[in-house]
C-alpha cells in the first residue's frame, strides 16, 4: 500500500486536472475510504493549500486560486511540453525583460525531476535542433505587458511613458484595444482618445503604464492582429508600388502577407489592387515572378525596369549550355 505522504501527493495532483472532484471519485482513484481521503484534505490544509470543500449533490473538493503556487507534479509529456514551451518562447520573441525568468522555472523543473525522466528530457533537449537562428527580440517589462493586458480585458484607458522609434519621450492616453505578438515583438493596439486616431505602440518602448479612471466600448469586430498588419502595410517607406494582379486574395497572401502588402478587390472581375510600401525595390521582381500569376506594375517605373533585367538574366541562364559532357 502507498504511503500517506504518496497518497497525499496523488490527492493534489488529482485537483491539479482541475474541476470539482467527487468524494466518491477520489476514493475510488486513492484506493482508500471516504473517511480517509477527508484526512488527506485535511493535510493539504495544513500545508496551507488553498483546497475547498463544495456542497450538493455534485459536491467534492476543488483546488481553489491561493496566495501562492502550490506544488506542481508533471508526468513526462507535461514536463517535456513546459519545458519544450519555455525555450520556443525565448526563441520567438514571446519573453519579457525579466530574461532570467523562463532559465529559472526551467531549471526549477529539471532540478526536481526524477533521474530516469530527467535524462530522457535531456536526451530530447539535446538532440533538438531549429532551422532558424534565435532572434534577438526587444522584450517588455514584465510589470507593462500585465498592466497593459489588464486594461485590455477590462476596457479600462492606461496612460503610458512612450519612446518613439526617434527617441523622442511623451506620456500618450490610450485605450487598449489588444496585444499583438508580431516577428519576435510585442505591440498594443488602441485609440487615442484625444484625437480619436488609431495608434499601435510597441510594448518594449513603453517604459511606464498606468490605468486611468473610467472604462470605453471596444470597436464592433475589433480585430488588433489585423490592425496591426495593417498599419504595417499602410507605414512610409522610401517607395510606394501599385500593382494589379489576376488571381484570388489567397493566391497573392502566399508571397505578399498583410504586414507587406494591401489587397483590395480590382475594378476588372478576378483582378485585385495591391499597394506595397518597401524600403527596398530588390526583393519585389523575385516575389513578382514566384507568384506566377499575370500582373500589371502601375508604379513605379524603376520596379518595371527591374522585373524586365531579372527576366532577361533568367532567360539568358535557361539558354545557356552546361560545360559538362
Do not use: C
Request: zero cysteines; proline letters at 7%; hydrophobic letters at 40%.
Amino acid at each position: 500500500m502507498a504511503r500517506p505522504t504518496a497518497q497525499v501527493l496523488a490527492l493534489l495532483e488529482l485537483l491539479q486536472s482541475g474541476g470539482v472532484r467527487t468524494m466518491a471519485e477520489l476514493a475510488e482513484r486513492l484506493g482508500v475510504e471516504p473517511r480517509t481521503v477527508r484526512r488527506y484534505v485535511s493535510h493539504l490544509v495544513d500545508l496551507d493549500l488553498p483546497v475547498e470543500s463544495v456542497r450538493g449533490r455534485y459536491g467534492g473538493y476543488r483546488l481553489a486560486a491561493g496566495y501562492r503556487l502550490p506544488p506542481l507534479m508533471f508526468n513526462d509529456d507535461e514536463a517535456l511540453a513546459v519545458l519544450l514551451g519555455l525555450i520556443a518562447g525565448r526563441r520567438a520573441g514571446l519573453a519579457t525583460a525579466t530574461d532570467t525568468a523562463g532559465e529559472t522555472a526551467a531549471a526549477k523543473i529539471r532540478r526536481v525531476l526524477p533521474p530516469r525522466t530527467a535524462d530522457r528530457l535531456d536526451a530530447a533537449l539535446q538532440s533538438l535542433a531549429f532551422t532558424a537562428e534565435p532572434g534577438d527580440f526587444p522584450a517588455p517589462q514584465t510589470e507593462v505587458l500585465l498592466a497593459v493586458a489588464e486594461a485590455v480585458r477590462h476596457h479600462r484607458p492606461i496612460s503610458v511613458q512612450y519612446t518613439s522609434g526617434d527617441g523622442r519621450r511623451s506620456v500618450r492616453v490610450l485605450h487598449p484595444f489588444g496585444l499583438v505578438n508580431h516577428a519576435g515583438r510585442w505591440y498594443v493596439t488602441g485609440v487615442d482618445p484625444e484625437i480619436g486616431e488609431e495608434r499601435t505602440l510597441r510594448l518594449d518602448r513603453i517604459a511606464d503604464a498606468r490605468p486611468l479612471p473610467g472604462s470605453f466600448e471596444p470597436p464592433a469586430g475589433n480585430d488588433p492582429a489585423g490592425h496591426l498588419l495593417n498599419s504595417m502595410a499602410r507605414a512610409p517607406y522610401p517607395h510606394a508600388v501599385s500593382l494589379r494582379i489576376q488571381g484570388t486574395v489567397e493566391q497573392i497572401r502566399r508571397r505578399l502577407p498583410a504586414s507587406i502588402a494591401e489587397v483590395r478587390e480590382g475594378a476588372d472581375e478576378g483582378w485585385q489592387d495591391v499597394e506595397i510600401r518597401a524600403e527596398s525595390l530588390d526583393w519585389l521582381p523575385g516575389v513578382l515572378a514566384a507568384l506566377d500569376l499575370p500582373f500589371v506594375i502601375e508604379r513605379p517605373d524603376e520596379l518595371r525596369d527591374r522585373v524586365v533585367a531579372l527576366a532577361e538574366r533568367l532567360a539568358a541562364s535557361a539558354r545557356r549550355e552546361s560545360a559538362r559532357s
